[in-house]
């Protein structure tokens, strides 16, 4: 699973064998949530959460958010087109 970003001690990875739509992991001090990334205009939304506290979760959505581009670009070059 390639780490396509860092936030802080959190890793956010695009699993090669995962299924649409366009979404990634990110991982963490023993907690993991995913979050579907929507598109260059849109945002970032919470698909499931596994321990990540509720604080935590609006961190790492605001940083996918200024990271979306990059977050897609990655997908796309794993996945091919969303």
Not at 53 to 73: S, T
Request: aromatic share 8%; no cysteine.
């Amino acid at each position: 699973m390639p780490t396509v970003l860092r936030i802080g001690a959190w890793r956010v990875a695009v699993y090669p064998n995962d299924h649409r739509p366009a979404h990634v992991h990110v991982i963490g001090q023993g907690h993991e949530a995913v979050f579907t990334l929507n598109d260059p205009a849109g945002s970032v939304s919470i698909g499931e959460n596994y321990g990540f506290p509720a604080r935590d979760v609006i961190r790492i959505q605001g940083a996918l958010e200024e990271n979306l581009a990059v977050l897609l670009r990655a997908w796309e070059g794993i996945h091919g087109t969303r």
